[in-house]
């Protein structure tokens, strides 16, 4: 597959995108609600010792939703909406 083709594929319009990646948030603090349980009990009570106190818990918090929020998990949604969308459009136009 050409890269223009590819290209062509993938865009949605920037509304769309934006929505997509609303939904990708949500469904990765969804994933992630154990890890945001655990820092906002190392946090709580805490004020600026929760930077070196809590260090372990935000390093888990962070990788759990950059697994969820990446380019290639939006690249993804975008071909799901894309495919979702031709399979609205009548044949023929």
Not at 46 to 59: L, N
Not at 64 to 83: A, G, I, P, R
Request: aromatic share 8%; glycine share 4%; with cysteine.
């Amino acid at each position: 597959m050409g890269f223009v083709q590819e290209a062509r594929e993938n865009h949605v319009k920037k509304k769309v995108e934006e929505a997509l990646r609303s939904k990708m948030k949500a469904k990765a603090l969804k994933e992630c609600d154990y890890y945001t349980a655990k820092y906002a009990e190392c946090a709580s009570g805490r004020t600026f010792s929760v930077v070196w106190a809590c260090r372990k818990q935000a390093k888990e918090l962070n990788n759990c939703l950059h697994e969820f929020t990446n380019d290639n998990v939006l690249e993804q949604m975008k071909k799901e909406y894309s495919l979702q969308e031709d399979a609205k459009r009548p044949i023929g136009v």
